[in-house]
């Protein structure tokens, strides 16, 4: 195992988002579409694994994504990028809740989303992203 960090991102309230604007949660829309292709764009800038929730066909709600070797430098890097995501979904008219964790990682990708909380460093990182959630969400917390 590496020491890096792993990165969840999540959509706030996506349900009743969809319900509001009359859209079909299994399908892209405007808010999905451009989160699968933000996490694209950042995977590739970073070098980041995918490790869960990546989805082109229905869209991605939520994503878990991990990088070995990260340093402080680095780090800020991805906070910027993270804000930056942050305020396009938030310009699109949805919130998102980001969590990173810095530890160690596997940067092993997984197939069923109960493997993907399996990892230590990712269960720490779900517990940051839940409890924010709950105090409103659409922020980016590092720990």
């Known amino acids: 195992m590496d020491v890096g ?3 969840i991102m999540d959509l706030d309230r996506f349900a009743e988002y969809t319900l509001r604007k009359g859209l079909n949660q299994y399908k892209p829309n405007i808010i999905t ?9 950042f995977i590739e800038k970073f070098h980041a694994v995918h490790i869960f929730g990546l989805d082109e066909e229905r869209g991605t709600e939520e994503v878990i994504l991990e990088l070995p070797y990260v340093d402080e ?4 890097k991805i906070r910027l990028e993270l804000e930056r995501i942050r305020r396009v979904i938030e310009k699109l008219g949805g919130s998102i809740t980001i969590a990173v964790s810095t530890g160690p990682v596997t940067c092993k990708p997984v197939g069923k989303r109960r493997e993907a909380y399996m990892d230590f460093n990712r269960r720490k990182a779900s517990k940051i992203l839940r409890r924010a959630k709950r105090r409103g969400g659409n922020r980016v917390i590092i720990f």
């Open 73 to 76: 430098e680095l780090l800020e």
């Open 5 to 7: 960090c792993t990165i």
């Open 33 to 41: 579409g451009t989160l699968t292709h933000l996490v694209e764009e």
